[in-house]
């Protein structure tokens, strides 16, 4: 029984047996699907009849365009051809439409004049940037030298500032106050200075946070809060700015003429003014650290910084809002912006904890005899011999009974 058993399953499972089985079970299937009898000839083909879902495959197949007309290419004007003729012998191959969009020609877009239709621009190598067109020039200016040495740029003079007010402390008056007070500063002046100080604020804020945000806000307060907040402060920098302009030019017209150069004003720069030091250096109403801030960062960077803001705000008449020049615009006013705030963070210090009587004489326009002759001492002797007065505004009932000098 044993040797029977063994030699049947080696029938079966020889492979002429096999073969046979297999055979007839297609045979037998190809007869179990077949109709019981063909249709006639106008008799309409049967429906056909989907594959069970189990075995369909979904989702979208891939297919290689030059294997549906692998010959396509052969044809001597197949490099000339367009975009439609092309997909005609190649359904899917845009080749002919990239190849003119690299090219930059025109065709139709949004774009306005002069380059409407110019979905791409043309090379160009901004300092910074590797030869390639110009919207990813701008990229890796913005990218790669803007945003990293900009941000750096301002933590170092935020940093430097701190270092200097632990190891300086505020710079105190080393006499007692006399009481007799000298006008620093008069109303348009201080007018002036607040509106200017105020708008430069709000627009260093908003563009902090709009250039450097998504590296410390983002991560904390989340992409909606921080989409809504970096949009409102766009439009806050969009409007703000003109304002910033106009009292800008106001500030230097009325700052201009005691920020002159003067001979006293080397001393001071070859003394670091006294910062240093046990003494101050002499100086007139503004020493040289204050004028260098005035022409470097208010009348240079202030004048790039406002040109440029305003030819992005698009105010400007006559003149052509391409890409290219919007591009250059923001590399010089994101370059200038970035300058300007790092500049004017050591003077909010000094005008602040800095130095004692600082923000009071802005806040008030007057400071004290002492504080003239220890911080400002030219000015306070020419203000002593009488060449300059020492109440500049017409006297009001509140002047009136402010101690003042003789």
Do not use: C
């Not at 002429?16 to 045979?27: D, I, P, Q, R, T």
């Amino acid at each position: 029984m044993q040797r029977f058993l063994t030699a049947g399953l080696r029938r079966l499972a020889s492979p002429a047996f096999l073969a046979a089985a297999l055979f007839a079970m297609g045979a037998g299937v190809a007869h179990a699907q077949a109709p019981a009898s063909a249709p006639a000839q106008d008799d309409p083909a049967p429906p056909a009849v989907s594959a069970p879902a189990a075995t369909q495959q979904g989702g979208i197949r891939s297919a290689n365009i030059f294997e549906i007309a692998p010959d396509a290419s052969t044809d001597p004007k197949y490099s000339e051809q367009t975009n439609a003729e092309r997909g005609r012998v190649q359904p899917g191959n845009n080749a002919p439409m990239w190849r003119d969009v690299a090219k930059g020609v025109t065709g139709y877009s949004s774009l306005p004049d002069p380059e409407a239709g110019n979905m791409i621009q043309g090379f160009v190598q901004y300092p910074g940037s590797t030869v390639t067109n110009a919207g990813e020039a701008w990229r890796q200016v913005r990218n790669n030298w803007i945003i990293p040495y900009g941000g750096s740029l301002l933590l170092i003079a935020v940093l430097a500032v701190a270092l200097f007010y632990m190891a300086k402390g505020t710079i105190e008056l080393h006499g007692s106050e006399t009481g007799r007070k000298i006008e620093r500063f008069t109303y348009v002046e201080r007018a002036a200075h607040w509106v200017n100080a105020i708008a430069f604020v709000t627009l260093a804020i908003s563009g902090i946070v709009m250039a450097f945000g998504k590296f410390f806000l983002l991560p904390v307060i989340g992409s909606t809060l921080f989409g809504w907040l970096a949009y409102a402060l766009k439009n806050v920098h969009n409007f703000v700015g003109p304002a910033f302009v106009v009292s800008l030019v106001i500030v230097f017209l009325v700052f201009v003429r005691d920020n002159l150069p003067s001979k006293e004003d080397i001393t001071w720069l070859l003394k670091g003014g006294g910062l240093f030091g046990g003494q101050e250096v002499p100086s007139h109403r503004f020493n040289a650290g204050e004028k260098v801030l005035f022409w470097v960062g208010v009348f240079l960077l202030g004048a790039i910084v406002a040109g440029s803001g305003v030819f992005l705000d698009k105010i400007v008449p006559a003149v052509e809002y391409t890409r290219a020049n919007m591009q250059v615009a923001h590399m010089l006013h994101a370059s200038a912006g970035v300058l300007m705030m790092a500049m004017f963070i050591g003077h909010i210090y000094m005008g602040t904890l800095g130095m004692r009587g600082a923000y009071g004489a802005m806040k008030t326009g007057y400071v004290d005899e002492t504080w003239a002759k220890e911080h400002h001492e030219l000015w306070y002797d020419d203000i002593k011999a009488g060449k300059i007065p020492a109440q500049r505004t017409a006297a009001t009932p509140a002047a009136a009974d402010t101690p003042r000098t003789a």
